[in-house]
């Protein structure tokens, strides 16, 4: 089992940044490749970020490109999602995710372990 809890969600103004975090405990957290989805009100929850086990592989989804940036830290078990240039449109409830395969996916049901989720709210 691997727990997964998130931070650094907030209300920001559009142009502005936040940095969240998702704190793992449980199994190896070098094990598990990381990814970073959303959900906005009334929408299906999409892919925003990935990483691998090392971090020298990274993937984002087209709308983020640019603005946002995921890291880990294998030491402190945790791992990043970088937001800046934050639009209206990037509201949601932030979730970090967890699988155990070596590859990078952007598919909801490949990640074995979620966490409860932080709400970013950018407002105009």
């Known amino acids: 089992q691997v727990q997964l809890v998130e931070s650094g969600g907030g209300l920001v103004q559009a142009g502005g940044s936040l940095r969240l975090s998702c704190a793992a405990s449980?199994?190896?957290?070098?094990?598990?490749?990381m990814g970073w989805f959303r959900q906005a009100p009334g929408k299906e929850r999409e892919f925003v970020a990935a990483?691998?086990?090392?971090?020298?592989?990274?993937r984002f989804t087209d709308s983020v490109l640019g603005r946002f940036t995921i890291s880990r830290d294998n030491a402190k078990n945790t791992v990043y999602l970088q937001m800046n240039s934050l639009k209206p449109e990037d509201t949601a409830v932030y979730y970090c995710?967890?699988?155990?395969?070596?590859?990078?996916?952007?598919?909801?049901?490949?990640?074995?372990?979620w966490g409860q989720g932080t709400l970013v709210n950018v407002f105009s």
């Open positions: 995710a967890a699988t155990s395969s070596i590859l990078v996916y952007a598919t909801p049901s490949q990640y074995d372990y």
């Open positions: 449980g199994r190896t957290f070098s094990m598990y490749a």
């Open positions: 990483i691998s086990r090392s971090g020298g592989n990274t």
